[in-house]
């Protein structure tokens, strides 16, 4: 309902309430209070069925008859525009509702945020910075869950620690989690019921405690984030090195434009699948720089000239917009 809608239904109202009351008392003469005429009004508009305050003249009842007509009738229709808000507000809930779930159901290789709280926002803000709009977040907070989706985020309202949470978020198709929920102890059940449900996903959980580190590792956690540990790390290497903290920083993140930092995954058959990197021609092509390779478990550091890559090598690349989005054709991701 409107709010100029709103006005309108509540000036109405009152002419009616007033015109009635001030009509009694000139048809029924001074005995008449303006009370008298408004509980008359009152009673008539809304069908009390009361008795009448004093005995009705021919042109008391005839004011009554109009008040009937006029006055049932806008009741009538207030009754329905509330009764039409509440069910169109309640058919375009279950809409967005449904619509949303049909979105999640289209989803593959995305990621899930459990909890919505601060380190949340942050990857949020990270993921939508980089055009990474494939994620789902789950909080209990319904009040939370209503603002998330009405800046067009995929968010459902239940506890992550649930299976069927999990479950109607995709996880079966999900190639990532973050666990940000307020306790390491929620945490670590879902990075159990994650890896219950998904042997293959790689979970990143948040740990406020140092020794829930061992512990959400065992769970399932691929990595494991404790605020306290990076923050001191990060403070002492400002100290001393701030430079090179504030470059990879903003190319981690992407806020440098100048120079940014991306992983990219090789493609069977595609340019550099089998192929060394003294003939790939890297620079020339994409202008791009490998900073690492990383094969299963080993991970190899600025790889000499004659290392071949293959299919499935996991590559960090640094280098600007343009060419990470040069060097990414090689790969086979176009």
């Known amino acids: 309902m409107t709010n100029r809608k709103l006005i309108y239904i509540i000036s109405v109202l009152l002419a009616i309430l007033l015109g009635g009351s001030f009509s009694y008392q000139i048809v029924e003469g001074k005995t008449w209070s303006f009370l ?27 004011l009554t008859i109009m008040l009937i007509f006029v006055g049932v009738g806008f ?27 049909n979105r999640i159901n289209e989803l593959k290789d995305h990621y899930i945020i459990c909890g919505a709280g601060k380190t949340a926002h942050e990857i949020i803000k990270s993921l939508r910075s980089n055009s990474h709009n494939d994620f789902v977040v789950i909080d209990i907070d319904r009040e939370v869950i209503v603002k998330l989706q009405a800046e067009d985020i995929l968010a459902i ?8 949470t999990l479950v109607e978020a995709g996880i079966e198709r999900a190639t990532g989690l973050a666990a940000t929920l307020p306790t390491d102890a929620d945490n670590v059940f879902v990075s159990l019921s994650a890896k219950g449900l998904k042997s293959d996903i790689y979970i990143v959980a948040k740990a406020e405690k140092i020794e829930s580190i061992a512990k959400l590792r065992k769970a399932g956690a691929s990595k494991v984030v404790s605020p306290n540990i990076i923050a001191g790390a990060r403070m002492a290497a400002m100290l001393h090195r701030p430079s090179v903290v504030d470059f990879m920083e903003s190319a981690i993140a992407g806020d440098n434009q100048a120079m940014q930092m991306e992983e990219f995954r090789i493609q069977k058959q595609s340019f550099l699948d089998n192929r060394a990197l003294k003939n790939a021609e890297i620079r020339q092509r994409s202008g791009a720089i490998i900073v690492a390779v990383r094969r299963e478990t080993n991970t190899t550091i600025n790889p000499d000239p004659n290392f071949v890559f293959n299919a499935h090598d996991l590559l960090v690349v640094l280098g600007t917009k343009d060419q990470i989005t040069n060097f990414s054709k090689l790969t086979g991701i176009s």
């Open 157 to 164: 309202e239940g506890d992550a620690t649930n299976d069927n």
């Open 75 to 101: 009741i009538g229709y207030i009754a329905s525009s509330i009764a039409q808000l509440i069910f169109e507000g309640k058919i375009r809930e279950i809409w967005g509702q449904q619509r949303m779930k």
């Open 36 to 62: 008298d005429g408004l509980f008359m009004t009152v009673i008539t508009i809304f069908t009390v069925g009361y008795t009448e305050v004093h005995p009705l003249s021919d042109a008391g009842r005839v």
